[in-house]
């Protein structure tokens, strides 16, 4: 656990840079709970998908285990009902239920698969829905250096006129 928490501190800024780049959440947004009036966001990083969220629900709470990610998150996309915490997926001290549980990117860094996902069912309300989205490839995160090429290539490749919307 506190490999990944070193892992995403050291580049946090980069991978800010780099996933909102390109946000992938289409895939939430068409499987939302019908009940809206709270969402659990787990590995939430720097924020990027529990910011949307907040646009679709009364109060979302939002974890992950690196502070760095969360303070990246606090300062770009803090709302009134959004709720930054600190915490350990694979130790969930959240007394509330949700009517959505949701996870982008995360869950191939949890260790104690079955335990966790038997206590986040727990935190479900009747009705309400998990969806998460991950990462299954049988390959490591990338490296830091990964994210700094692709930020490096992104800054030297000047938008081309011709794009449509850029
Ligand atoms: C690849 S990032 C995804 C961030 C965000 N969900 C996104 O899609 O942009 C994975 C995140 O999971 C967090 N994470 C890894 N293990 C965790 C754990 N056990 N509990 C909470 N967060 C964790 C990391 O700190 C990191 O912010």
Do not use: W
């Amino acid at each position: 656990m506190k490999l990944v928490y070193q892992r995403f501190d050291s580049f946090a800024a980069e991978y800010d840079f780099m996933a909102s780049l390109q946000p992938k959440n289409d895939f939430f947004f068409n499987n939302l709970s019908r009940n809206r009036s709270a969402v659990l966001d787990i590995g939430c990083g720097s924020g990027i998908l529990a910011f949307e969220l907040a646009k679709h629900y009364q109060k979302v709470v939002a974890i992950d285990i690196c502070q760095e990610m969360l303070d990246i998150a606090k300062v770009k996309r803090s709302a009134a009902n959004i709720q930054y915490l600190l915490m350990d997926a694979e130790n969930l001290t959240l007394d509330e239920k949700f009517d959505l549980i949701t996870s982008a990117n995360t869950f191939h860094h949890i260790q104690k698969l079955p335990a966790t996902l038997q206590k986040i069912t727990k935190l479900l309300k009747p009705g309400g829905k998990v969806v998460f989205l991950d990462n299954v490839l049988q390959v490591e995160t990338p490296a830091t250096i990964v994210y700094v090429l692709v930020l490096i290539s992104a800054i030297a490749t000047p938008p081309q006129p011709n794009q449509k919307g850029k």
